[in-house]
């Protein structure tokens, strides 16, 4: 038996997360199991265990996290035997699955999990999956920006440092914004070529920088920032959204619609795979090169599951991961 955090029902983080033991999963024909030793939690994985929009149960019982990583112990047939005993990152293990990582085992589809060089520590690799992919798909989905300039919003966010990351790695000039002025010696902050607050004239300044207007925008919420992103987008430019604060938008038409501009909303679960695999590719690389650095807020137990959910919904600062091995396979990886 493993031990291993789930609910059966949707609601509050420490109603309906449980610790305990369920029985051992075993790799079947394409698969692997992996020995879990972090697992980051992301929103959309508090999301799901909230019910949010009003989705339902999609299983009887979730195992929760899409992310982790971990050491391959076992394989299924039609599947490389070498990759046991190799480090891995796991992404989108619980994406229309019912089980992922917040346990010591996880079995998910080979394609589902990235060797690790020695360069990418396992808590970091447990950070990359949701925000990084959905950071490159939002960066690159409409192709390179090298030469361009990118206009990251809230820069400070999960998703939107990795992304202003991708982009100053491709080439592009990188325009990060933070919500007040107060924010722009933050600490933490991810390397970008501007910074802008957005309670000063964003336009005025963001136009200073980019006369002939930017590439593309990085929204992290499009509902809030529509109108500042129609007076800065320079002519066929993309917008790439992962976020809106409400379930409806209002976009001013017009502007946007002589711009030619392009409004790209992105998914995470539903990305097309071999782009999911080339993110986690890409993610793993830059990490290891050292053009990609994240930063580790907090590292729970997973006894402590429900606070890691609490200290994610609250938005505090730092990633927050679960430590699920035993000290001693965790250390040795």
Known sequence: MMR??????????????????????????????VRVTYSGVNPGDTKKREGWLGSAMPYAEVIPHSDGAGVVDRVGSETDHALVGKRVA???????RPSGTAAEYVVVPVELVTPLPDA????????????????????????????????VQGVAGAVSSIAAQLARRDGATVIGTVR???????????????????????????????????????????????????????????????FARGERLSLPFPPLLFA?????????????????RAAMDDLVAAVASGDLRLRVGEVRPLE???????????????RVVLRIAAAGLADQT
């Open 304 to 318: 402590q599951i429900a606070d890691a959910h609490d200290a994610v919904d609250a938005g505090r600062s730092g």
């Open 180 to 242: 007040r002025t107060s924010d722009l010696n933050r600490p933490g902050l991810p390397e970008v070529d501007h910074l802008v607050a957005l309670d000063d004239d964003p336009g005025t300044a963001i136009r200073r920088i980019a006369p002939a207007g930017v590439d593309r925008v990085i929204e992290v919420a499009l509902d809030a920032n529509a109108d500042l992103d129609a007076t800065v987008v320079a002519n066929d430019a993309v917008i790439a959204t992962y």
């Open 90 to 96: 796991v992404h989108g293990a619980q994406s229309y």
């Open 120 to 151: 990418v520590p396992d808590d970091i690799a447990a950070l990359l999956g949701i925000p990084g992919v959905t950071a490159h798909r939002a960066v690159f989905g409409d192709g390179p920006v090298s030469g361009g300039v990118v206009l």
């Open 260 to 276: 030619n501009v392009t409004v790209r909303f992105l998914g995470s679960d539903d990305f097309p795979a071999v782009a999911k």
């Open 4 to 33: 291993a955090a789930w609910y059966d029902q949707q609601g509050l983080a420490g109603e309906v997360l449980h610790v305990g033991d369920r029985p051992d999963p075993e790799p079947g024909t394409g698969e692997v199991r």
